[in-house]
């Protein structure tokens, strides 16, 4: 009720209760333009879960699993070999070995080689794992995975953020006990977790999307969290624990004001959702500039015929770096005119950088230097 | 039952938002507050004074509001120009001391009073006008200064004085008629203090002096620097405040014929809080005669009142001093804000539902997607800025405006050469030749512009009739846009929005409402008249065949429509295209007897269903920066060929916007189409496969040349 009054009076007055804000980019998360400045390595639409293993690169495209190959460093990356599984990949996990977890949209999760090879596992608990977003094998028998929405395919991520759901969980797999026993809930309620990894004192780390923060879970204390890094001017994705101890976070997209706004209209929302085909939707995404049908914002407009680096954008290249307490330390961008967007995942090779953009199909690599790093 | 969006529609047709936006744009809004504030005191007191609205009552309020209100006059004008006087009241009481010595002790001629008391209000007004003008003293510590002297001069004479004044008597018929007569029912002093009041509202709001006064208040440094002598306009500010006070000291003299020791004490604070609530800005610069009368017969009602009602003295200043910094606070909030509550609510979306656009995917629709704009010539890349129109003249040389305000003009045959034509200061926009040779022009915030072939510019026009019942002064043309030629000469001009400037364009389009109109500029006797109203954005204008009528699009509706201003069908206005797949710009002849339109950008689904809300688009102008609301998508244009039924016959795309983004004018001429963008930096030529080599739209307007 008083939360109802503020909001009227805040309505009145046209003033936001704090909900609506995007944070600024600057500090550690100033722009720059090093995504842009990377070499690309391999274009390829649809580019994702790229991830290292033992054997080599693995990436997704679609729902083929590709593995790379990379016999020379001064040359770009070559696709070794091609699969195509039955629905697009969401997440792949390696367990260090020859295991490979694929998480398939709206089936659930397959495991590929290894110790526990062709096992699937569909439902936890009899909930279907229909959004595998994220998964990460603790040891051989153990695998952490987090089912982005219960409501929304992976696929329907865009639904997911402008329907405003928080029905995605994290769960504990052991893989030594039978099928359909040895899972456990470490949490729920989650808005669209899609990226995991081990922090160092063991616990979780898990980056919840559509609340724009990196929450961290104790499996030892039943799933206890707490907010790690929140407040992020973009929606964070993968996280790849660096060699050199820290974190690179993937950011997918970026928030933007206006959607703020409309995800507090929610009369304009639901209709927008209900009759306008996702691609056009005043939503974050990927890549912009597809379609002439997508909506564009006043400061998008091409002047003399340039697109501004600072416009307003739906999509954006971003990728932040932290340190070990999860304090941002500097960041990559891709800036609105540029062509890295929707960075989905990271993999670090040979003090390397590989960037998989989603969005613009590529993967970018980058050598760092000390003081970017 | 109506469903919820039937009753949107209906409330959005009829309650016109947009008027509060308007209204507050108007400088006489500040008086609304004062104003109502007046009426609510009438009413409070009328009721519950018995005999209030009498007419003895009634005259002895006018002889009261007379004399305060010449008071609260010097110092709103005091206040106009940036100071404030205090000293006013002590003004005041020497004058009616004077006035008293001179009638009663000395015996002196009443016209010699008069004149004696206006000296003596004018030297105090100078001695202030000087310590504050031209010593740069503070204002308010001089004036509380000179307050306390003056009040102790007085005290002093009114010592000696007092015996001998009430002694005394003096039997003018003349000061009998000031004090107590009346011309026509009306109290002679109230006459004088309205006609005072008449010729300072005739000063401050229509002459040099005055609006130099009110200059000095609103920015002292920016009128020292516009050439105004600061120190001498606020010198004669305080001589004028000394003289009006004086007059109002005589005036009262002649009335009660009498003083005392408590005469005029506290008048400051009374005239302060009348000028404040009247709504005379302490801040200077803002201020009118019609403040200071609401002001003044607001507080004489409120203190009148109250004594009538029984309220001790003390009291009644006290109510008076709340009231004053009541006052102050509206005051002080208003000045800051109203811009703010401006800009939030000038922004006022209208109701309109388009049909789900054609769509451009499939092959066989006549919009079918295609590059050929992606690989034109590039004429002028980076010399020129904001082609919004591009026409050629019969020896071949291509003219357009840029934002810099010039029409810059390539030689023909190959346009690489480039001269300033004509430099005329505003941004020029649609273009067209008339019979003579001579280019007319369309100026963004100027009007209409003719330019001869040897380079003499002539404003044709910049402003229309006012219409009846606009709010805001609608003759001015705001944002002319396109123009075409009559065979007899007339020249029918569009004008997009009376609400917005050209660099704002794009904030129309959040309103798509019929902010625009059609004008009609007739050469053979200079008039300028609207033809056509509320058209949403009017924009590109095209004379048809039949030489009677020309087609006009508007772009937030997506339309096009032809217009009869001659033959049988005089007056009538027909839909020629309905529902186009974006936003219609400017429309020109093709040689095959058709007709080109550019299309500015891209309907969204996202902004069709915004359209339809109002209240969601009202809500993100508020909320929202401007550089993030939904705007039309202008990144992707096209140029489409339609003819007179209304079929589309052609389309030309450059998807992604590689080299035209944005389309909003396009020209055929010698098999070539030539493509200007309002906020591109270059001219593209496209070879039209199949046109006539040798077409030009000269000929086809004015024949060949003989």
Known sequence: MIGALKRAYANFRGFDEAGSTVPMMDGPLKPNTLLDGGEILLSLPQVDNLVSTAGGLVCSSGAELLALNWPDRAMPL??????????????????????????????????????????????LQDRPLN??????????????????????????????????????????????????????????????????????????????????????????????????????????????????????????????????????????????????????????????????????????????????????????????????????????HSRADGHVHGVTAIAEADGRLLIAAKGSGAIVGLTLSEGQA | MFSSETLTRLRYRYLPDHLIGEILTKRWIDNAVPFLALLVAVAVFGTLIPDFFSLTSLTDLGRQVAEFGLVVLGLSIVLMSGGIDLSVSSVFTLSVLLSLIGTNVQVWPVPLVLVAVLALGGACGAINGYLVGYLRLRAFL??????????????????????AIVAGFSDSPLLLFIGEGTVLGIPVSLLVALVIALAWHIVLSRMRPGWRLIAVGGARRSAYNAGIKVRRTVFFAYVWSGLLSSLAGFLFAARLGSTGADTGVGL???????????????????????????????????????????????????????VLIAAVFVDMRWLRNRHKWLSKVYVSPAYLRLPPPPS??????????????????????GQIEGPEDVILDRDDNLYCGTRHGDIVRFFGPDHRRHEVFAHIGGHPLGMAFDRAGNLLVCIGGMGLYQIAPDKEVLKLTDETNRSLFSVVDDSRLRLADDLDVAPDGRIYFSEATIRY?????????????????????????????????KLVFANGVCMASDGCSFLYAESWTCSVSRYWFDGPKKGRIERVLDNLPGYPDNINRASDGNYWLALLGMRTPALDLALTMPGFRRRMARRVAPDLWL???????????????GRILDSLWDLGGANHPMITSMREHRGYLYLGGVSNNRIGRYKIPGADPNWSAQDAYWGAPS
Request: glycine letters at 12%; aromatic letters at 6%.
């Open chain 1, 78 to 123: 070559a696709v070794a070999q091609r699969r195509a599984f039955e629905a697009p990949i969401t997440c792949l996990a390696s367990d260090g070995g020859k295991g490979l977890a694929i998480g398939l949209d709206g089936r659930g999760l397959l495991i590929q080689g290894g110790r526990h090879d062709g096992r699937r596992i569909d439902a």
């Open chain 1, 131 to 332: 959004c595998p977003t994220a998964a990460l094998f603790l040891d051989a028998d153990t695998l952490v995975v987090a089912n982005g929405s219960a409501d929304n395919n992976a696929e329907a991520w865009k639904r997911d953020l402008m329907g405003r759901f928080a029905s995605g969980s994290v769960w504990r797999i052991d893989l030594s006990t039978g099928p359909g026993a040895g899972a456990k809930m470490l949490a729920r309620g989650l808005a669209f977790p899609c990226g995991i990894a081990a922090g160092d004192d063991g616990a979780l780390l898990v980056s919840e999307a559509w609340r724009h923060q990196l929450i961290g879970l104790d499996p030892a204390r039943g799933g206890q969290s707490k907010r790690l890094l929140g407040d992020l001017p973009a929606y964070p994705g993968r996280i790849l624990h660096a060699a050199d101890g820290g974190f690179w976070i993937a950011l997918f997209a970026p928030r933007n004001q206006l959607v703020e706004f409309v995800l507090r209209e929610t009369g304009y929302r639901r209709r927008m959702m209900e009759r306008i085909d996702p691609a056009y939707w005043i939503a974050p995404s990927l890549a912009g500039g597809a379609s002439y049908l997508e909506p564009i914002q006043g400061g998008a407009r091409k002047k003399l015929n340039i697109m501004k680096p600072w416009a307003p954008t739906w999509s954006y290249g971003l990728v932040l770096r932290c340190d070990r307490a999860m304090r941002p330390v500097t960041s990559l």
């Open chain 2, 142 to 163: 001089t004036t509380l200064v000179t307050l306390i002297i003056f009040r102790s001069i007085y005290d002093l004479l009114f010592l000696r004085m007092s015996t």
């Open chain 2, 268 to 322: 400051e604070v009374a005239a302060l809080t009348a000028a404040v609530l009247g709504g005379n800005s302490l801040g200077g610069g803002r201020g009118s005669v019609a403040k200071a009368a609401m002001g003044a017969t607001l507080v004489l009602i409120l203190t009148n009142g109250l004594t009538n009602l029984g309220v001790s003295g003390p009291v009644n200043s006290t109510i008076l001093g709340a």
């Open chain 2, 360 to 381: 451009a995917a499939d092959a066989g629709s006549p919009y079918a997607l295609n590059d050929k704009l992606r690989s034109v010539e590039i004429i002028g890349l």
């Open chain 2, 501 to 533: 400037e050209q660099e704002d364009w794009a904030v129309d389009a959040l309103e798509s409402r019929g902010n625009g109109r059609m004008i009609c500029y007739d050469p053979r006797n200079g008039s300028t008249h609207t033809e056509i109203h």
């Open chain 2, 631 to 645: 705007y039309p998508n202008i990144n992707t244009g096209c140029v489409v060929k339609f003819d007179e039924s």
